[in-house]
T-cell receptor
Framework: GAGVSQSPSNKVTEKGKDVELRCDPI?????LYWYRQSLGQGLEFLIY????????KSGLPSDRFSAERTGGSVSTLTIQRTQQEDSAVYLC????????????FGSGTRLTVV | DAKTTQPTSMDCAEGRAANLPCNHS???????VYWYRQIHSQGPQYIIH???NNETNEMASLIITEDRKSSTLILPHATLRDTAVYYC???????????FGPGTRLSVLP
């Protein structure tokens, strides 16, 4: 597709369950980013992948959070043993040459932990 | 640290120019100024960026002061659909993430 695709668009899960969120970046984009946005709050950086380099995980809030990027394309963000404070919109973005285009964001996955 | 300072909110009349200021007094020589906006319930959208020269595209104009310590995003003829949170970001070297601050909530009024 032409844009960044995220799935599911909405996810409701019970506290303590694991969830996986998927991001399909724009074809050919080498950089991929995950952010989250809690209700009424700003964007919080989580993790960044650039090509084959080791990811920048400095924004992950706890060891319950992890992310993978397979084959330099699709990425999965996994949250283990979800807590209510994990409820947020999780946004994925990709970029080629940032100087040319900036980021392109997906529409996000709204996660609700009940 | 977002490294930028923006007003919390602004109003603008429909059809008028919206001028959104941003202070970035600690900007480094190799850092670009980027602007994004986020319309309710959507992901952020890239608007424009610049290094030191003024820039214009189909969405907006970016005016950067000569000392690069501040900039202004100009929406020349604001419409109701321009109501959004506008983020001004300075970005270090290529390959690092963007740091989003709280931004400016622009309300375009009929």
């Amino acid at each position: 597709g032409a844009g960044v695709s995220q799935s599911p668009s909405n996810k409701v899960t019970e506290k303590g369950k694991d969830v996986e969120l998927r991001c399909d970046p724009i074809s050919g984009h080498t950089a991929l980013y995950w952010y989250r946005q809690s209700l009424g709050q700003g964007l919080e950086f989580l993790i960044y992948f650039q090509g084959n380099s080791a990811p920048d995980k400095s924004g992950l809030p706890s060891d319950r959070f992890s992310a993978e990027r397979t084959g330099g394309s699709v990425s999965t963000l996994t949250i283990q043993r979800t807590q209510q404070e994990d409820s947020a919109v999780y946004l994925c973005a990709s970029s080629g040459r940032v100087e040319d285009y900036g980021y392109t964001f997906g529409s996000g996955t709204r996660l609700t932990v009940v | 640290d977002a490294k930028t300072t923006q007003p919390t909110s602004m109003d603008c009349a429909e059809g008028r120019a919206a001028n959104l200021p941003c202070n970035h007094s600690t900007i480094s020589g190799n850092e670009y100024v980027y602007w994004y906006r986020q319309i309710h319930s959507q992901g952020p959208q890239y608007i424009i960026h610049g290094l030191k020269n003024n820039e214009t595209n189909e969405m907006a104009s970016l005016i950067i002061t000569e000392d690069r310590k501040s900039s202004t995003l100009i929406l020349p003829h604001a419409t109701l659909r321009d109501t959004a949170v506008y983020y001004c970001i300075v970005r270090p070297n290529y390959g690092q993430n963007f740091v989003f601050g709280p931004g400016t909530r622009l309300s375009v009024l009929p």
